[in-house]
């Protein structure tokens, strides 16, 4: 096989190693590619490995011996889906890799909003304890998580996951998600019953045409005055003026989100500027060992493929 990486600095920086995937025969690895670029670079592929990179019919359409595409990623919203079964290519994404680190992330976020330990380390290295009055100058707020109520929005590997670290941290539990679940110590409510009853909300759904900008002006207005919104899952899940909006009218009391429906940020977003928000750059997933997980993942998909036993298929080829 002639396989095309196309996108690897999306997942690695040096510090993981994709030499594994010429197993399967001649491997060539570009660290990004433009739009523009990308029908003369997989013209002659027979699979096609990426992230993000845009595949659809018009960047698809000279690849007349592609019949495989690997993703780096679970989300597959890049992909031409119709084009590739009509073409007879397999998809397969990668599913799971990065359950516990953005459950993980997700809790840094939480504790960041609620014990201030990055503003309380600024403080200390900028001379702030050494002309203390008091041993202990907690000059910035401080809040026990134990007794709040956390609203998970999607319930499926994260979310369970999110829950667990809740119920140890002595939270209760509430979560909405499309489908019936069932989970111990977790009490399964509507959307609205949802916002206006927590006092943390977080989203960890897929985007698709429901989750589109579900969280809006309305959605935000609905949420307990003072409380925390948390997005790791896809910036389209949310319209960012009205998360604007609502953390400049103080409605909410703070916001945390590593994801935005344009990436990286664009030169002119507000986010920047917003108070009481904490911006991560969509890492949530990206630990080392997430990401070396995520490899053993996508070799796996290959392997599987080319001995007539495909998984993680997400199309109809």
Known sequence: MKIVILDAQTITKGDILLSSLSDFGEVVTYNLTKYEEIESRIKDADAVICNKTLLDKNSLSGADKLRYIGLFATGYNN????????????????????????????????????????????????????TAETFSPFVFPLNEVAGKTIGIVGFGAIGQAVAKIALAF?????????????????????????????????????????????????AFSKMKQGSFF?????????????????????????????????????????????????????????????????????????????????????NNP
């Open 170 to 218: 002595d939270m209760k539990v509430l979560a909405f998600n499309r489908s019936k679940k069932d989970f111990d110590s977790v009490n399964f409510v509507d959307f609205e019953t949802l916002l206006k009853e927590s006092d943390i909300v977080t989203v960890h759904c897929p985007l698709n045409a429901d989750s589109n900008e579900m969280f809006n002006k309305d």
């Open 79 to 130: 992909i031409d889906i119709d084009y590739c079964s009509q073409h007879g290519i397999t998809v397969c994404n990668a599913g799971s890799y990065s359950t516990n680190a953005v459950a993980q992330h997700t809790f840094a976020l939480i504790l960041e909003h609620y014990s201030n330990v990055g503003k309380y380390n600024a403080f200390c290295h900028d001379g702030g304890w050494q």
């Open 230 to 314: 948390i997005n790791t899952a896809r910036g389209g899940v949310m319209n960012e003026q009205d998360l604007i909006s609502a953390l400049e009218s103080e409605h909410l009391g703070g916001a945390a989100i590593d994801v935005l429906s344009t990436e990286p940020m664009s030169k002119d977003s507000k986010l920047p500027h917003t108070k009481n928000l904490l911006i991560t750059p969509h890492i949530a997933w990206a630990p080392i060992e997430t990401r070396e997980r995520l490899i053993d993942i996508v070799y796996d998909n290959i392997d599987c493929f080319i001995k007539g036993q495909p998984k993680n298929v997400v």
